[in-house]
């Protein structure tokens, strides 16, 4: 029977507001999951961390994260037939940076609609500034390349879901490399600010992509660091097969199995093993504290995700199910199996929500 651990990003509402949206959501099958359980903590994010905390529950999950740091680029482009040979490799990510009232500030990738032909015009003119600074630039998706900086060992960069709408000065790379950084990105600046491909976003009412956001570094090297490190603790990582639903690119790119539509939960199912389901779809919601939109995607997932789960828990079609639901400071972990639905005497309700 299939083990699922369910991330779901953003399904903890800011604490200011979930009393009220608690009241407004119904959904008695997450509710259900959520208080006839075996297990629950809350985890507060390491505030030195420079990511969101469902992200580096995946990485730690997965075996990818070096301390605090999701090292998810070399398994992501092995994800799209990359290959990372032995180099450090960097997730890329083509955003949109303004100046807000008294700072710079950068929107959500999600707003974008950045197309496949315009992403690849910008690709192609910015691959000969990366280059001609030593550097590597790889495709991997419209809205997710990668990049070889072998020097860049000690940097410090940010995940973009953890920057976007924050003060820049205090997410920007940092480190010895971090100048270098500056000069490849004003470089490409300079380069997209004349690319066609900008004209024509602008001219059907879009932001111009006029800047690129590097994190989630690894290499062979960190990934074999963590291999040998579960070996010596004798605790070695049991890897989840990974599913994706609306996910961020990267996520995408390390999933075995890219659902369209939830409707494909049940060939997961039906399998034996453990699957790590994430969702993506309150995620933009949750980043622009849209809490109507909050409210309608959590509905969509209490009839197309919670209330089939617990059916199938239910009925034993699946031994166990985890939810690890986040917001940016922190992450609640919850563990539910066919025994515990069986605590009668448990009312149901969101109140761990709160």
Known sequence: MAHISLVLPFALPAPEFAPD???????????????????ARYRPLDTDARV??????????LGVAHGLVPGVATSAMRGVGLDPDDGMWFVVNPTHIQIARTHLQMG???????REDEARALFDSARPCFEDAGYALAWGAHDTWFMRADDWTEITTASPDAAVNM???????SGPQARAFRKLQNDVQVTWFTDPANAAREA??????????????ASMATEHAQQLVAKVSGKPLVRPRVAAFDTPGWLTALADRRLDTLAGLD????????????????????????WHGWLQQMQRLETELFAPLLAALKSGRIKEVRLV???????LETTTTP????????????????
């Open 21 to 39: 949206l608690t009241r407004a959501l119904q959904a008695p099958a997450l509710a259900a999951l959520l208080s006839k359980i075996s297990d």
């Open 52 to 61: 969101l905390p469902y992200e580096l529950w995946i990485a730690r999950a």
């Open 108 to 114: 959500d990738m999600r707003q974008l609609d950045l």
């Open 167 to 173: 003060n820049l000065t205090d997410w920007m790379p």
């Open 204 to 217: 059907r009412g879009q932001l111009p992509i006029n800047s690129f956001w590097p994190w989630g570094n």
């Open 267 to 290: 060939s997961i199912l039906d399998e034996d093993g453990h699957w790590l389901l994430a969702c993506g779809n309150v995620a933009a919601s949750g980043i622009a504290a849209d």
């Open 325 to 331: 639901l986040s917001h940016r400071d922190g992450h």
């Open 339 to 354: 025994l515990a639905q069986r605590k009668f005497w448990r009312r149901p309700t969101l109140e761990r929500l709160l």
